[in-house]
């Protein structure tokens, strides 16, 4: 972590985004956050755009950028693999180029050497790889694995819906107390 760290650090200066002396303030404060990476210390702090960063996260990685944020994943591809996989790894499936068998994959740390070998147990795509920030990864793994708050599996939606026996109101039941006013309602369906 520390060479990447300091590797970011070093393209961010030369690109003249940071100082020298600023880099080393950022370094001693980040040193105190364990709840955020480096890249996202970056962005909250207000040190780099997102733009600069992941401009500088394709130098580093020497591999494309991908910007997730509102990407549309393909699903087919997002399902070859498990969500916990995804989100322990930080990357995301994203396109496959035509007439090749090549799959893009975007991913936090291009660099780690898991990733081919964990890829290889779910795909037998050659992998290219892209660079995204990992909370936005992360963000569009979840929102593509999120269920609709609507969302009732089979087993429930095509269950015939039945009504307890409380529910059930006649006139039998009604408490004569009570007056009762009845509409009669014609559906449109119905006049036709």
Known sequence: MEKFIEGLSAILTERKLITPED???????????????FEEFL????????????EALSEYHKVPFFDTTGASFNHQFLR????????RHLIIPWKRDEGE???WVVAADPSDPHILVTLGKYVTHEINFMVGLPQEIR????????????????SISNQRMERSAQSVH?????????????EKTVDDYESQ
């Open 23 to 37: 880099m080393i303030a950022l370094h001693h404060d980040f040193k105190n956050r364990d709840d955020v990476t």
């Open 43 to 54: 962005l909250k702090e207000g040190i780099v755009d997102r733009e600069d960063l992941l």
């Open 80 to 87: 070859l693999i498990p969500k916990d996989i995804l989100l």
């Open 101 to 103: 068998d090549a799959l």
């Open 170 to 182: 006649t006139k039998e039941k009604l408490d004569p107390e009570i007056p009762m006013i009845v």
């Open 139 to 154: 963000d569009s793994i979840r929102e593509f694995y999120d269920e609709s708050i609507t969302y009732q599996p089979n």
